[in-house]
């Protein structure tokens, strides 16, 4: 299993700006998408964006233009950037680990808080 360990959420003001890290430990083989998701109180979690090992990315439309998910592979760390943020964007975030195939994965980070006020 890998071990995620995420950071940088807080309070902001909307039009405010975020970034959030997750660093991933506790295997040595490749990750093959990493990716944060977020959930409000009694709904279902929601992808934000993803990003794979080759650098390709994916994002719920809410967030185009505004958020950017990036990965250092070699720190097997990914980041995602929030900028003009809005209070619809206020939830709990999480970070996934996934790996297919030897040695496979699918492992969630405990959340960070972002709270987004108006």
């Known amino acids: 299993q890998v071990q995620l360990v995420e950071s940088g959420g807080g309070l902001v003001q909307a039009g405010g700006s975020l970034r959030l890290s997750c660093a991933a430990s506790?295997?040595?083989?490749?990750?093959?998408?990493m990716g944060w998701y977020r959930q409000t109180p009694g709904n279902q979690r929601e992808l934000v964006a993803t990003?794979?090992?080759?650098?390709?990315?994916n994002y719920t439309d809410s967030v185009k233009g505004r958020f950017t998910i990036s990965r250092d592979n070699a720190k097997n760390t990914v980041y995602l950037q929030m900028n003009s943020l809005k209070p619809e964007d206020t939830a709990v975030y999480y970070c996934?680990?996934?790996?297919?195939?030897?040695?496979?994965?699918?492992?969630w980070g405990q959340g960070t808080q972002v709270t987004v006020s108006s």
């Open positions: 996934n680990a996934y790996r297919l195939g030897y040695r496979a994965f699918d492992s």
């Open positions: 506790g295997s040595i083989f490749v990750i093959h998408r």
């Open positions: 990003i794979t090992s080759g650098g390709s990315t």
